[in-house]
């Protein structure tokens, strides 16, 4: 912020993490169409980078490789958002189109107008994932400019999005590497020998396609560009003669003078090889992956609006144009701005007193927290090797954080205590993970509502049960044997049912059925993914190990389990 006179940020760092343009907000009502984005961070400068006048009005940063959390997004667009609207432009992850998604939808119930872009500009996978398409990469950054010059022109709401929109659908991306990322605080674990590269890995670590010798980089040039202009996959409405707009991309830990070298190579291969006029060229790191040795590259359809767009004067610090501007003295952060429809709650605490049912509920939670806290480094080598590496640490936050609160939750009341906890895994994990156990909690909470009596039946718990894990496949797509962590959740809910109806005692079944959900997750193995990150994986590394999340699902449900059986016995 001390760099940039005209970015200013929200109060509220490290929960709230939104950076904007100062000339914005705090003031009158902004009189032109926002346009903000975000993700993860680890990826800078995207996305604050390119806050600025031209370009993205906000950006909004989660932790690193995770998606901002609702509250951050609403915070962004409350500070910016006038009376013409705002355009979120959403890169296609499962994270940041749930958590972006629930943000516009309570911003349009506050009243704000409200429009939504996702970019899906991979071209290394084919065919095309059925159900969550695919990521988005650094291909982005152009669809921000497009969409900030078009808004800084006054456009409409429709207009800017038709925009973004039409730059999204022309635009694709592939990347290799050399070297994988170092996660903060973390050893690496560098799945790449020496003389091996890898092709078309996404921008969070996880594993690429295809393996390969290194080869010289005409050839990782003719590879990249030949993938993202094939008329197999017919990704991008280009034939020979088109004109087009060429970025290439640093991933973090690559010198300029080789992204230079690569753009020297792909520039004449466009002209000679594929037809194509090239009528800009991007060299530069505008979307990384924390130190990553390699590189990606992107190409747009180009045509005099798509480049009247592009050449359009921003002010955004980290586009390729320069920057004016003396250095401001240190700011205030700005406050975050009320929700207008937020009702005043009093805190939550526990009873001075527990009944049997609470003793038991506090037993349980404790006892699945520790046993995530005890899996944390299992859960990210599984990780690392289907992911983004980052499994176990996500659930290390909100085990940890359960432990803290738990002195607050009301344990004598078990919905309004499942509701709790679905509040501080929301604030405290972050990422998708988090998103869908608070979902999965607050759908259980609803359930239990329905009950007027105090005491929670065996019969309600599975009712809860299973409306949560019907609000996580709504929300999040996923159902059985798509390689989650309803393949614990889905055979112990069946197990519970099963054995609750032959008579078992409520201990004894929940025993039974959290077996059920270790096998569930084990049999993930043979499970190809088809949402999440994982999706993108070879099947080798897939059935190296059982899915992460639904591991951990499992191991907190078995632990709760054993804590209320062995309670039970020594009644």
């Known amino acids: 912020m001390e760099t940039y006179p005209t970015l200013q940020y929200l109060d509220g760092y490290p929960k709230v993490k939104v950076v904007f343009r100062a000339d914005v907000y705090p003031g009158p009502p902004y009189d032109k169409v926002a346009v903000i984005s975000g993700g993860g961070s680890g990826h800078e400068p995207a996305h604050a980078g390119f806050v600025g006048e031209g370009m993205l009005t906000a950006a909004i940063c989660g932790d690193v490789f995770a998606s901002p959390t609702v509250d951050a997004i609403l915070a962004g667009i409350r500070a910016v958002t006038g009376p013409m609207g705002c355009l979120l432009i959403i890169k296609n992850y ?54 900030g010059a078009a808004a800084a022109a006054g456009l409409s709401l429709a207009e800017v999005a038709a925009e973004a929109r039409y730059a999204s659908q022309n635009v694709g991306t592939m990347g290799v590497a050399l070297k994988t990322c170092t996660l903060p605080g973390r050893i690496l674990r560098e799945r790449l020998g020496p003389s091996e590269m890898e092709l078309g890995l996404g921008i969070h670590g996880e594993p690429g396609g295809k393996v390969t010798n290194i080869l010289p980089v005409d050839e990782v040039v003719s590879h990249l560009l030949k993938q993202i202009l094939s008329k197999e996959t017919d990704y991008l409405p280009i034939t020979r003669g088109s004109s087009v707009v060429l970025m290439v991309n640093g991933l973090g830990g690559t010198p300029l003078m080789e992204l230079m070298i690569a753009a020297g190579k792909a520039v004449p291969q466009l002209v000679l090889d594929h037809g194509l006029a090239v009528d800009r060229v991007y060299t530069g790191s505008f979307m990384t992956s924390l130190d990553m040795e390699g590189l990606s590259i992107s190409i747009m359809r180009s045509d005099p609006s798509i480049l009247q767009l592009l050449d359009a004067e921003t002010k955004a610090p ?126 259980a909470c609803l359930q239990l509502k329905t ?98 999340g639904a591991y951990a699902t499992a191991a907190w449900y078995r632990a709760a389990a054993i804590a209320i059986k062995d309670k039970c016995k020594s009644i």
């Open 318 to 443: 980290y586009w390729p144009v320069g920057v004016s501007g003396d250095r401001p003295p240190a700011k205030i952060p700005a406050p975050i701005p009320p929700s207008p429809s937020a009702n005043i709650v009093e805190p939550q605490s526990q009873p001075l007193k527990l009944t049997e049912q609470g003793r038991l509920l506090e037993l349980a939670i404790v006892a699945a927290a520790n046993a995530l806290i005890h899996l944390t480094d299992t859960l990210n080598e599984w990780d690392s090797k289907v992911g983004d590496g980052d499994c176990g640490s996500t659930m290390l936050k909100g085990a940890k954080q359960i432990l803290e609160d738990i002195k607050n939750y009301p344990l004598n009341n078990a919905a309004e205590t499942v509701g709790e906890i679905g509040s501080t895994i929301g604030k405290s994990m972050g990422g998708t993970s988090g998103i869908i156990y608070s979902i999965l909690c607050k759908a």
């Open 94 to 147: 499962t994270g940041d189109r749930l958590n972006f998604g629930l943000a516009a939808e309570q911003a349009k119930f506050e009243g704000y107008k409200v429009e939504s872009v996702i970019v899906e500009d991979d071209c290394s996978i084919y065919p095309r994932p059925e159900i969550v398409g695919r990521r988005g990469l650094a291909g982005t950054i152009l669809v921000h400019k497009v969409a």
């Open 451 to 548: 009950s007027t009596d105090p005491v929670v039946t065996s019969k309600q718990w599975a009712e809860a049960l299973a409306a949560a894990i019907a609000a996580v496949s709504k929300y999040g797509g996923a159902r059985a044997g798509d390689r989650t962590l309803l393949d614990a959740l889905i055979p112990a809910l069946s197990s519970l049912e099963e054995r609750l109806n032959s008579g078992d005692d409520p201990a004894t079944a929940f025993l039974v059925s959290s077996q059920a959900a270790l096998d569930g997750a084990e049999s993930t193995k043979q499970m190809r993914a088809k949402a999440g990150r994982t999706l993108y994986v070879s099947q080798e590394f897939q059935t190296s190990v059982p899915d992460p």
